[in-house]
């Protein structure tokens, strides 16, 4: 077996030891922060979904992009997919304006979608 502390003072591998220990520590704290955003995120998704319908609501019926203008050559900022629900904000002509919750991430996002793409749901 190789010992990775071979020719080394006892000094210098409980120095490692302890640079590697602080390093871990480290990694630790960034996974522990981050699992509190995802922890902050998820409730604030569960609350939202717990809530009535605010406004006028819609649902996905077909995947869809969500565009940051109403046209069809506007850029992409999110997708729809079948199923999500949609508040209302905005309609002009067959585009309408909406605001629905990011599911990975939990974060409102607000684009435009062709209305054939939405029916009513609530």
């Known amino acids: 077996m190789h010992d990775i502390y071979a020719g ?12 590697q220990e602080q ?3 480290e990694v630790l704290r960034e996974i522990s922060e981050e699992l509190r955003h995802v922890h902050e995120a998820g409730k604030a998704l569960v609350a939202r979904l717990d809530a009535p319908c605010q406004g006028v609501c819609a649902k996905a019926v ?13 850029a992409v900022v999110a997708r729809l997919y079948p ?10 002509g067959r585009w309408v304006r909406v605001r629905y919750f990011h599911a990975r991430t939990a974060y409102p996002k607000e684009g435009w ?3 054939d793409h ?5």
């Open 8 to 19: 080394r003072s006892n000094d210098q591998a409980m120095a490692q030891l302890l640079a």
């Open 23 to 25: 390093e871990q520590g």
């Open 62 to 74: 077909r995947e869809a992009p969500l565009r940051a203008e109403a046209s069809p050559t506007g």
């Open 83 to 92: 199923g999500d629900l949609v508040e209302v904000l905005h309609e002009e």
């Open 113 to 115: 979608v062709n209305k």
């Open 118 to 122: 939405l029916r009513r749901a609530c």
